[in-house]
Nanobody, 123 residues
């Protein structure tokens, strides 16, 4: 499956952004989906993940209560609603897909990746 993420941009601290990730070339509902991010000089880290049906969601502690992951299988798209953004949320955000996802939050278990979209939060 091919993934394309978009929706990043520059926002002030406390603001909101919604990222989208459009999938093509595969049966979207067969993939667990996730968001990861990589800040300058840091390793890529898990942000959020959602099961194939959307019934289960998982979040990193750093974003819990502020970010919401969702998906629309009819539109082959997943979303990441980001509220109460902080400067430490600044990073390139990547969407990822795992075929018949096992529930692992390890980035190595996600076989397909989008190109990334930059989110910059100013203080």
């Amino acid at each position: 499956v091919q993934l394309q993420a978009f929706g990043g941009g520059l926002v002030q601290a406390g603001g909101s952004l919604r990222l989208s990730c459009a999938a093509s070339g595969g049966t979207f509902s067969r993939y667990g989906m996730g968001w990861f991010r990589q800040a300058p000089g840091k390793e890529r880290e898990f942000v959020a993940a959602i099961s194939r049906s959307g019934g289960f969601t998982y979040y990193a502690d750093s974003v819990k209560g502020r970010f919401t992951i969702s998906r629309d299988n009819a539109k082959n798209t997943q979303y990441l609603q980001m509220n109460s953004l902080k400067p430490e949320d600044t990073a390139v955000y990547y969407c990822a897909a795992a075929y018949y996802w096992s529930g692992s939050l390890d980035s190595r278990d996600f076989g397909s990746w989008g190109q990334g979209t930059l989110v910059t939060v100013s203080s």
